[in-house]
């Protein structure tokens, strides 16, 4: 084991493995993870959780069952705001970088994720989001490039990696490709199973698949993307579930990222953003229920980084009335420098209470998956 340690950190140069964080693991926690879901909810902050849950009467939701809570800081390396590219990386990896780079170091060094390093000790993996799997957030957990729009590098990347279960959009970067190269046939040469419409992936109980669902981006929920999130989450727990029991039991990662909390944040449009919310907690509520019967399961749920601003001002300054109503309003169209809510479930979630860096993220649940 140690001898495949020493040569991995060889191979990739990171930094991740061997920079310690100081906080030592609690509980029982020295081993014994053994599934990981980890959840983005790209630009999703604490106001965003608290709108949804103001605007559900504050009926119980899956956020109120976190059974630990903390709070992120999420600058990068060059910027006191960070983009998605490199919060991403920050959130997959450990390493700060400069906004734009995707799993590189400011100096252009490769660092490997999370999900990469469980995958190369047998663990399957899978990534599930709404929008191009070659977008920043999912990137990060595969790709090395220095500027995130190199869609076509990104996808020719995800092409030579074997992550096992890949939802989500863009197939318009494997199968219609301007240097004519078709990933499609790559995959299916690996044996992937690859579709481009959900009602066929939904049907896989095994193996590994590629389901791009969309040219690009998928449509925002509000604009007919219905329950594919939610959908995903679940399909992908089943195959990730399945493939493990039949190959050593060792688990699995998987990534979920609601991606486009952050895109109606920066059109401050507070409806699709509400609705972009609710389907990202339908599927942590997933996750959630998922750890319950399967224990040995950590949920992590975060954001990269909070966008739009996002208040809840009272309609009123004279609190001896009843109340007069809540303003949705929004500071910014872009992303701002607050801390980002985190909430844990399951097997080792107690490691998370408390103020974080991003970068502490990925390190902590690499100590407790014991890689
Ligand atoms: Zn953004």
């Excluded at 600058?75 to 970088?97: C, P, V, W, Y």
């Amino acid at each position: 084991m140690n001898i495949i340690k020493y040569s991995l950190i060889v191979f990739t140069g990171l930094s991740l493995f061997s920079c310690n964080t100081n906080r030592a693991l609690s509980e029982n926690d020295q081993a014994g993870v053994k599934n990981v879901i980890y959840m983005i909810g790209d630009g999703m902050g604490l106001a965003h959780v608290t709108a949804m849950m103001i605007e559900q009467k504050y009926e119980p939701c899956a956020f109120d069952r976190a059974e630990a809570v903390g709070l992120v800081k999420t600058f990068s390396a060059n910027n006191r705001i960070t983009d998605s590219a490199a919060a991403g990386t920050a959130l997959a990896t450990g390493n700060k970088t400069n906004n734009g780079m995707l799993g590189l170091t400011p100096g252009g060094d490769t660092i490997q994720s999370v999900l990469s390093r469980a995958g190369v000790f047998g663990k399957k993996t899978g990534i599930v989001v709404t929008c191009e799997i070659e977008n920043a957030t999912p990137a990060a957990f595969y790709a090395h490039v220095d500027n995130r729009s190199k869609s076509a590098e990104i996808a020719l990347q995800l092409s030579h990696d074997s992550i096992d279960v890949l939802f989500g959009g863009g197939m318009k970067y494997f199968n219609g490709r301007d240097d004519g190269i078709d990933l499609v046939k790559n995959l299916k040469a690996k044996n992937y199973q690859v579709f481009d419409k959900w009602t066929d992936a939904i049907q896989v109980k095994n193996g590994k698949v590629a389901a791009f669902v969309a040219p690009g981006h998928l449509p925002y929920h509000d604009d007919g993307r219905g329950d594919f999130l939610p959908e995903a989450t679940s399909k992908a727990l089943e195959i990730l579930t399945n493939d493990s029991q039949a190959s050593g039991n060792k688990g699995f990662f998987m990534m979920v990222e609601g991606s486009q909390i952050d895109w109606a944040s920066h059109g401050n449009q507070f409806s699709k953003l509400l609705h972009e919310v609710n389907d990202f907690e339908k599927s942590v509520k997933i996750a959630f229920d998922y750890a319950d019967a399967h224990p040995g399961t950590l949920v992590v749920v975060t954001a990269d980084h909070e966008t739009g601003g996002l208040i809840m001002p009272s309609g009123n300054v004279d609190f001896t009335k009843s109340e007069s109503g809540i303003d949705y309003k929004f500071g910014s169209v872009s992303h701002t420098g607050i801390m980002v809510p985190l909430f844990a479930y399951g097997k080792g979630a107690a490691n998370f209470t408390g103020i974080f860096d991003n970068t502490d993220v990925p390190k902590i649940i690499n100590k407790l998956l014991g890689l």
